[in-house]
């Protein structure tokens, strides 16, 4: 394991979900998830709902909930712009349930295309949430 360290923000449109300095991260670009190392070329990915992980200088492996948003990678540092993102022990397994429940009742009545698509992403946001939560079942998670 390359034993260099490398900044790392993760910024929502209303606060800083961490700043500091990890060994590896990884996240779910639009294309595929992909993981940053030490010297890690220029990147810039958007990104789908799904899992970032990270590992930080005491070795901890911390995993959130995204559900969108932008990485950019450069010159040792990653910058994560997301547009929610929560820490597996943050995420309220029962609002995400309800949400849930709520887009599959509007994916039946399917009333508009638009209704459908917003429904489809919320459906979406809300499976990722639960399935991130049982990461807290793990050892070794930052919650
Ligand atoms: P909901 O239908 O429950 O509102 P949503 O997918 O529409 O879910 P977002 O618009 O993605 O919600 O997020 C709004 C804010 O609420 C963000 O700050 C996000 O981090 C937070 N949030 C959403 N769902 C949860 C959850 N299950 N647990 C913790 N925080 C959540």
Redesign the pocket.
């Known amino acids: 394991m390359d034993e260099k360290s490398f900044k790392l923000d993760i910024v ?1 449109p209303d606060r800083i979900l961490y700043k500091g300095r990890v060994y590896s991260f990884s996240a779910p670009g639009e294309v595929g998830a992909f993981q940053v190392l030490h010297n890690h070329a220029p990147i810039i990915s958007s990104l789908v709902p799904g899992e970032i992980k990270f590992t930080d200088e005491q070795r901890n492996t911390a995993y959130y909930a995204v ?1 969108g948003g932008f990485v950019e990678v450069r010159d040792n540092r990653v910058l994560a712009l997301v ?4 820490k597996a022990g ?3 397994v029962e ?2 349930r309800k ?1 849930r429940e ?1 887009a599959l009742e509007r994916i039946k009545s399917r009333k508009t295309e638009i209704d459908f698509e917003r429904a489809r992403r ?1 459906l979406e ?2 499976n990722n ?1 639960l399935q991130v939560a049982q990461r807290i079942h793990e050892d070794a998670v930052i919650s």
């Open positions: 929502a559900s547009d929610a993102a929560e943050d995420i309220d609002r995400a949400s709520r919320s946001r809300a949430r």
